[in-house]
């Protein structure tokens, strides 16, 4: 069982480049999260997706966008990385039928 | 406005004895709690939860307690063992709003042997 799986794991960008981070998840829920993680804080919630095709803003959405073309793959995408972006991702995905999240390991991206 | 507190960074206590994590909210919406665990360089992985409709839920050697209206929450680990040093997190999520959940900043929590 793979369940949620992040790519790329580590990652370092120039400032103003663009890159895509991926999540995959083969348990077919249908909530899928992308939230970011900094030094001493909690995880704070980016973009979310309730199903295949739709998406919406969380507590923290400037500079990333998103997509849900397939129900078991969730991008998180960054146009124009900025410094400010450095940080810890993770993806996770829920089930209707489920009350707990279950996180990927996480991408360690830094923006010089 | 931080709406999910976790007011001690870290804590440490002795392997055998008892861990207390306590975790405060301010929106009165929530009505969902989950506590998650998180090791370094992995993701966080669930622990155990607690609707508002409870006062505890018990898991093995993890009791979740929920007082609402003190809007506080706490767990219980007993025996505390080396395996469980890591960095607790507690979430809050309105059940119906798609399970997006708020986190609070974590506690380091380390057992000595």
């Known amino acids: 069982n793979a369940g949620v799986t992040q790519t790329p794991k580590f990652r370092v960008l120039k400032t103003g480049q663009s890159m895509t981070l991926l999540c995959a998840q083969d348990?077919?829920?249908?909530?899928m999260y992308w939230y970011r993680q900094d030094p001493g804080m909690g995880l704070r919630l980016i973009h979310y997706?309730?199903?295949?095709?739709?998406?919406a803003k969380g507590e923290v959405p400037d500079g990333y966008n998103v997509s849900r073309l397939k129900k078991q793959n969730f991008l998180l995408g960054l146009e124009s990385a900025a410094p400010s972006q450095t940080s810890v991702y993770f993806c996770?995905?829920?089930?209707?039928?489920?009350?707990?999240?279950?996180f990927g390991q996480g991408t360690r991206l830094t923006v010089v | 406005d931080q709406q999910v507190k976790q007011n001690s960074p870290s804590l440490s206590v002795q392997e055998g004895r008892i861990s207390i994590l306590n975790c405060d909210y301010t929106?009165?919406?929530?009505?969902?709690f989950l506590w998650y665990k998180k090791y370094p360089a992995e993701g966080p992985t669930f622990l155990i939860s607690?609707?508002?409709?409870?006062d505890k839920n018990e898991d093995g050697r993890f009791t979740v307690f929920l007082n609402k209206s003190a809007k506080h929450l706490s767990l219980h680990i007993v025996p505390s063992q080396p395996g469980d040093s890591a960095v607790y997190f507690c979430?809050?999520?309105?059940?119906?709003?798609?399970?997006?959940?708020?986190f609070g900043d974590g506690t380091t929590l380390t057992v000595k042997p």
């Open positions: 929106n009165s919406m929530f009505d969902y």
């Open positions: 979430a809050a999520s309105r059940y119906t709003n798609a399970g997006k959940s708020t």
């Open positions: 607690i609707s508002s409709i409870k």
């Open positions: 997706s309730v199903g295949e095709g739709t998406t």
């Open positions: 348990m077919n829920h249908e909530y």
């Open positions: 996770a995905s829920r089930g209707q039928l489920n009350t707990e999240a279950f």
